[in-house]
């Protein structure tokens, strides 16, 4: 099939992706104003210490129940947000919410709250501002926020994102490096920008497998961050003895369904209740196999 574009050229459409861009239009369509008609809502998913397996914060991921598409998860509509100028509003929203959230969890604990940014916002001259402005909003201190962004939002315009990234810092948030080893030319991008956190994409981390040594790279991004002296998170950790070995190999941190799925904020708090109060310091969200 042919049709013409805006621009009165012939664009051929695979019937694969005519049916995406009817797709994308149609999530496009209900996506304005969604902020506003309160359809957005976050869960939170643990990150606990590896050594001891304490809760150590949360990362905040958004959740859209669209009232006439359903549940759409955040791989689809992130995207389409990104390209219909809408992700400044929703990331906007994120950021009031996350650190109201922690904020609102401070006496339970000395947690972190981590925010997705999406690459296209690094250059925008809005993130640093709504960064700010959420955490005075809040009474948060910028140490527990922690914002990830991903590789691919470095390599397009490096200089405004290097200086977005250093502006971000100087308010004293924690920044990490989300997926990292998924991108290009990670070693550039330490060099050049100053992060927190790398964060081992669950690709990798899916890898390893029982009665083996760990993966090259995951050995690898493990050893460069303690180089570096980065603290070193696992993604997507659904196995104990991806858990053990990756404690073994003194990875710092790690989430994954093992230990927690993206929990409803009620469920969060309940957790962090739970650990703020029991006697004899805080319990292992799971405990700790015996040797
Ligand atoms: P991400 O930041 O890398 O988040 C990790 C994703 O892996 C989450 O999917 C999480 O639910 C999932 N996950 C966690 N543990 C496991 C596990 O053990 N096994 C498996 N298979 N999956 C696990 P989710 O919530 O669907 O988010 C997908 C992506 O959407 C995120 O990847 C992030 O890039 C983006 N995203 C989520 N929330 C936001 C947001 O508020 N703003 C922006 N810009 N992007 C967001
Ligand atoms: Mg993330
Ligand atoms: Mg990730
Ligand atoms: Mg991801």
């Given at each position: ?22 797709a ?57 947000a ?13 950021l009031?919410?996350?650190?109201a ?109 029982e ?59 309940a ?16 405990p700790?196999?015996?040797?």
């Amino acid at each position: 099939a042919a049709e013409l574009d805006g621009r009165n050229r012939v664009r051929r459409f695979e019937p694969g992706m005519r049916a995406a861009a009817q797709a994308a239009r149609e999530l496009e369509q209900e996506l304005h104003g969604a902020v506003a008609r309160g359809e957005f809502r976050l869960v939170y998913q643990p990150v606990v210490a590896l050594a001891d397996r304490r809760l150590t914060g949360f990362e905040a991921l958004l959740r859209w129940d669209s009232p006439r598409l359903g549940p759409v998860g955040p791989d689809r509509f992130v995207p389409v947000a990104e390209a219909a100028g809408l992700i400044d509003e929703i990331t906007g929203w994120v950021l009031r919410e996350a650190c109201a959230t922690a904020a609102a969890w401070r006496h339970l604990g000395d947690t972190t709250m981590a925010v997705n940014v999406s690459a296209s916002q690094l250059t925008s001259p809005d993130l640093v501002g709504c960064v700010a402005a959420a955490l005075a909003g809040s009474g948060l201190p910028a140490g527990a926020l922690v914002l990830e962004v991903t590789e691919t939002a470095l390599v397009g315009d490096p200089e405004r994102a290097a200086a977005c990234l250093g502006a971000l810092r100087a308010l004293g948030v924690r920044l990490a490096l989300d997926d990292f080893g998924t991108g290009y030319s990670s070693l550039a991008h330490l060099r050049q920008f100053t992060v927190d956190v790398l964060k081992v994409d669950r690709s990798f981390v899916g890898a390893i497998a029982e009665g083996e040594p760990l993966p090259a790279i995951v050995r690898g991004t493990i050893d460069l961050g303690r180089t570096l002296g980065l603290e070193v998170l696992a993604e997507g950790v659904e196995h104990e003895h991806q858990a053990r070995l990756l404690a073994e190999g003194r990875c710092d941190t790690a989430q994954g369904y093992l230990f927690a799925r993206p929990l409803e904020r009620c469920d969060a708090e309940a957790l962090l209740l739970e650990q703020a109060t029991a006697r004899g310091g805080v319990p292992a969200i799971v405990p700790l196999p015996r040797a």
